[in-house]
C-alpha cells in the first residue's frame, strides 16, 4: 500500500543528509513522511507545530490516520517507543487506553546501530498495522526491580506474545516500548543513503 513512498522517502533523505550526518528521527522524520504522502498523491494534513493529536502525527486526505516512529531494528524486531500512560493509574486503565486505536498505521523510519556505526546510513520503511498490537490482550505481568533501590518493588509490567514484546516502564513516565517481530510488519523496504 505504501510502497510508492519508498523512492520519494529516499529523495527527502538524501536531502536532509546533504547536511545531517546522523540519522533522520522526530519532527525530521514526520516532515518527510508527510512530504512523501503528499507526492505520491494520499495528503497530509501534518503541519511543522509541534502539536498533535495523541497518537496520530498526520492523516491522509482519505483518513488514513499514521502515527510515525523512528525505530531502532535489533535481530529480528523493530523497538519503538509509545505513549506516556501516567495520566492512567492502574494496568488495567493504561490497558483500556491502548485498545482505543488512534491510528491505523505506524510508519517507521528505522535503523540499525551497527550499520550506521559502520558508516553506513542505512534506513528501513517499515509499516505496521496497529490493529496487530493488541496489548490489551495480552496477559502483562509486573517487572521487579534489581537495583539495591528498587530491588523487589514493581517498576513496570511486560508482555510477551508471538508477534511482539512490550514493556511499560514506570521511571519513564510510565512509557509504553514495543519490540515489533519484523515478519509481522505489513511492508519492509531497504533504504541506502550514498
Same mark, same amino acid.
Given at each position: 500500500?505504501?510502497?510508492?513512498?519508498?523512492?520519494?522517502?529516499?529523495?527527502?533523505?538524501?536531502?536532509?543528509?546533504?547536511?545531517?550526518?546522523?540519522?533522520? #528521527?522526530?519532527? &525530521?522524520?514526520?516532515? %518527510?513522511? @508527510?512530504?512523501? =504522502?503528499?507526492?505520491?498523491?494520499?495528503?497530509?494534513?501534518? +503541519?511543522?507545530?509541534?502539536?498533535?493529536?495523541?497518537?496520530?502525527?498526520?492523516?491522509?486526505?482519505?483518513?488514513?490516520?499514521?502515527?510515525?516512529?523512528?525505530?531502532?531494528?535489533?535481530?529480528?524486531?523493530?523497538?519503538?517507543?509509545?505513549?506516556?500512560?501516567?495520566?492512567?493509574?492502574?494496568?488495567?486503565?493504561?490497558?483500556?487506553?491502548?485498545?482505543?486505536?488512534?491510528?491505523?498505521?505506524?510508519?517507521?523510519?528505522?535503523?540499525?546501530?551497527?550499520?550506521?556505526?559502520?558508516?553506513? #546510513?542505512?534506513? &528501513?520503511?517499515?509499516? %505496521?498495522? @496497529?490493529?496487530? =498490537?493488541?496489548?490489551?490482550?495480552?496477559?502483562?505481568?509486573? +517487572?521487579?526491580?534489581?537495583?539495591?533501590?528498587?530491588?523487589?518493588?514493581?517498576?513496570?509490567?511486560?508482555?510477551?506474545?508471538?508477534?511482539?514484546?512490550?514493556?511499560?516502564?514506570?521511571?519513564?513516565?510510565?512509557?509504553?516500548?514495543?519490540?515489533?517481530?519484523?515478519?509481522?510488519?505489513?511492508?519492509?523496504?531497504?533504504?541506502?543513503?550514498?
Amino acid at each position: 500500500m505504501f510502497e510508492s513512498l519508498v523512492p520519494i522517502t529516499t529523495h527527502y533523505l538524501e536531502k536532509h543528509h546533504e547536511l545531517y550526518s546522523g540519522p533522520c #528521527k522526530g519532527e &525530521y522524520g514526520e516532515e %518527510i513522511l @508527510s512530504k512523501a =504522502l503528499k507526492d505520491a498523491g494520499f495528503g497530509s494534513d501534518w +503541519k511543522p507545530d509541534s502539536n498533535h493529536k495523541s497518537g496520530i502525527d498526520q492523516t491522509t486526505d482519505s483518513g488514513i490516520r499514521i502515527s510515525n516512529k523512528s525505530g531502532s531494528i535489533t535481530n529480528d524486531s523493530d523497538s519503538i517507543s509509545g505513549s506516556r500512560l501516567t495520566k492512567n493509574n492502574t494496568l488495567e486503565d493504561k490497558l483500556n487506553f491502548l485498545s482505543i486505536k488512534k491510528e491505523d498505521y505506524i510508519l517507521c523510519l528505522s535503523t540499525d546501530k551497527k550499520e550506521w556505526e559502520k558508516g553506513n #546510513k542505512f534506513y &528501513y520503511f517499515i509499516v %505496521i498495522d @496497529s490493529n496487530k =498490537l493488541n496489548y490489551h490482550e495480552q496477559q502483562w505481568k509486573e +517487572k521487579l526491580g534489581k537495583q539495591s533501590s528498587t530491588r523487589g518493588k514493581v517498576v513496570g509490567w511486560e508482555c510477551v506474545c508471538e508477534e511482539y514484546y512490550a514493556d511499560i516502564t514506570i521511571s519513564m513516565s510510565d512509557q509504553l516500548w514495543t519490540k515489533v517481530k519484523l515478519d509481522i510488519c505489513e511492508e519492509i523496504y531497504d533504504i541506502v543513503i550514498r
